[in-house]
Structures are given as C-alpha cells and as structure tokens.
C-alpha cells in the first residue's frame, strides 16, 4: 500500500480500518459532519456543505489546503490553519444553508438585539467593542451577555446592567457583576 493509487483508497475503506490507521498519503478517510455543519482536522473546525450533516466524509490533506471529498466528488476545500492554532472555525458561506435564520453576525445587528434589550445594555455592549482592537473580537462577549435576555427578563436582565455599570463607575475595574446579579 505505498502508492496513493485509487484502489489502495478504496481497499482502507472497504477494511474499515479505525480513523488513526485509515489514512494513505495525505487521505483520512470516514470523518462525521458535526450538527455544525464542521468536520474536525487537528483540533479545528472546517465547513462542509450543510447538506452532509451526519454523513460520513474523506478528507485530503496537503500542506496548505484540506479538501473534503464524499463518494469521491470533492464537496469544499480550506486553507489549513497553521499548526499551533487550536479551537477555530473555517466556514465557507456556500457550506451554509440560505434564509434570514443562518445570517452572520454583525455589530448592527448585536446593538440593534441590546436596543431591544435596553440602555444599559447598549452601554455594555458599545464598552465590549471599545475595548478590543477589532470589531469582531467582541462579538461573542456581546452575545453572551445578550443571550441572559433569553433565559432571563430584559427588565432583570437590564437591571443586571446597571449594577454591572454602577460596580464598574465605583471601583473602576470591570467585574462580571451582571452575570453575578443576574444569577
């Protein structure tokens, strides 16, 4: 099996062999779609078209580029992370499925959600965004503070704001004081 010949493929997946020996020159074959719509390469997130969620896919691998391949027709491609990157994701938006329920994040839309919530949460949010260098930075520290408003009240979760920004006013260091109040 030293050739990267489509037959020496198709044997390694007719065997089953387990996912660490099931790979050939650069192939790693029987990788699950997550329910993220994500397959997993040394500890990070690549996109594969949302169709596959569940399926059984095969992955190339070269120095640069992670193809994932089903039924031998190649489904997406991704840049490879470099190796000392863990925990991130690669989404191909033609990997995500259309409509208004899949839209990305944006700063509009996470002020427009803490309008809704109130003003102390505006004010919570515009300080995330403030203290990091670039926007998207502070997108999922605004929404998780945002996302108490779907467990909890936006009264409770306002009055939690202003507790958070009253504590902050008074010692003048950040605490987690709205998660603490809110709790």
């Not at 997550?34 to 500890?43: A, C, D, R, T, Y």
């Not at 507790?163 to 950040?174: E, H, M, N, Y």
């Amino acid at each position: 099996m030293g050739s990267d010949s489509a037959s020496d493929l198709i044997a390694i997946r007719e065997h089953r062999l387990p996912p660490a020996i099931a790979s050939q020159n650069g192939w790693i074959m029987g990788r699950r779609v997550q329910k993220n719509g994500h397959v997993v390469w040394e500890k990070n997130f690549y996109s594969a078209p949302y169709a596959q969620i569940g399926q059984g896919v095969d992955l190339r691998i070269t120095s640069q580029v992670l193809e994932v391949y089903r039924n031998h027709e190649r489904l997406t491609s991704h840049l490879l992370f470099g190796e000392h990157v863990v925990n991130e994701y690669r989404t191909n938006d033609a990997d995500q499925p259309q409509g208004k329920k899949y839209r990305e994040w944006d700063s509009v839309r996470i002020r427009a959600w803490a309008t809704r919530v109130g003003p102390h949460m505006v004010t919570i949010v515009n300080r995330i965004f403030e203290a990091v260098p670039v926007e998207e930075q502070g997108f999922d520290a605004a929404l998780a503070a945002l996302r108490l408003s779907r467990r909890h009240s936006s009264e409770r979760v306002e009055k939690a704001c202003q507790i958070a920004l009253w504590r902050v006013a008074l010692d003048g260091t950040p605490s987690p004081a709205m998660w603490c109040v809110i709790a």
